[in-house]
């Protein structure tokens, strides 16, 4: 299966649970791209003790899953390319919502 995840959320533990279900999913053989929108391009910047969104956001792309963020949303916080993302188009976007079996929202 292909799994798309976009993620547009600032909240530490609801990132950080997209990016557990991605690396589940991709252990278990699927394709899973996330997509930091809006808020969700903060993901590398939310450092919680409870919650390694980090960390976990490296164990994701580690597994093979790939991260685009939203360059315009970047832009907007005065941001760059943010490590493991790679500075992404809505047209980006869109073809993940096109080509993926599933989409899900977080």
Known sequence: MKLGLVISSNDPETVWNAFRLGVFALKQGDSVAAFLLGKGVEAEQLRVAN??????????????????????????????????????TMKDLYELVRDHDKVLTF
């Open 51 to 88: 919650f390694g969104v980090p960390d976990m956001m490296g164990q994701f792309a580690a597994a093979g899953g790939a991260v685009l963020a939203c360059g315009t949303c970047l832009k907007l916080r005065q941001s760059g390319d943010a490590g493991v993302c790679s500075v992404s």
